[in-house]
């Protein structure tokens, strides 16, 4: 092979492809939107249907408890971004105590409470409403709230064992690497995208209501 073909060769511009994964992930999520979609579109129809139930039905929603569950959902988002931040310098535990040196694994735990926390109050919002005679069969209303509220709760449930999941991967890997890192991006887009569905269940059902 002459120089001239060697300097060519060396010369030749890098393909950078997507991440198979990270690709495959963002297409599924993609598949949820629709999903969510759906479910935001039974709720606007029957609250159209039926302003009266809606009316006297929202009357029983503690709004502030909810701001609050909120808030730490929120929260756990940018937590989970630090995780990845860290994952991203491949720092899979931390350094020292300080915030500032943490790596993935302890902000993905700070992360994991926090959604925790938020599935716990959904639990006890949900047996004060049923306390109060508001349940899946009750009436449209109970039926709307608890499937949209509901099939979120799941996600984020699924978040949190995504979460430890990604943590256990962490400590049974010797080196933490480009792959290990690329598993703690995923599971952001999704905890991300769990975030922002609530904050538009939050808007439509008790803001709006």
Wanted: charged share 10%.
């Amino acid at each position: 092979m002459s120089s001239a073909s060697v300097l060519q060769s060396t010369n030749a511009p890098v393909v950078n492809r997507p991440n198979s994964i990270a690709v495959g992930t963002i297409v599924w999520l993609g598949s949820e939107v629709m999903f969510f979609a759906g479910l935001f579109a039974i709720y606007f129809t029957l609250r159209t249907s039926l302003p009266d139930l809606w009316a006297s039905s929202t009357q029983h929603l503690d709004v502030p408890y909810a701001l609050g569950n909120t808030i730490i959902l929120v929260a756990s988002s940018f937590t989970c971004q630090f995780g990845v931040f860290a994952a991203e310098r491949l720092q899979s535990r931390a350094t020292g105590w300080r915030p500032s040196e943490w790596g993935m694994v302890e902000w993905f735990f700070l992360t994991y409470a926090m959604g925790a926390v938020f599935v716990t109050g959904q639990v006890f919002e949900y047996a004060n409403l049923v306390s109060e005679g508001i349940m899946l069969s009750s009436s449209a209303y109970g039926s709307a709230f608890y499937l949209t509220t509901g099939f979120h709760a799941l996600h984020v449930t699924g978040g949190l064992l995504a979460f430890l999941l990604t943590i256990g991967r962490a400590f049974a890997v010797k080196n933490f690497g480009h792959r290990e890192a690329t598993t703690a991006i995923v599971v952001s887009y999704y905890w991300h995208f769990v975030d922002v569905v609530w904050i538009g269940l939050f808007l439509v059902i008790y803001v709006l209501k």
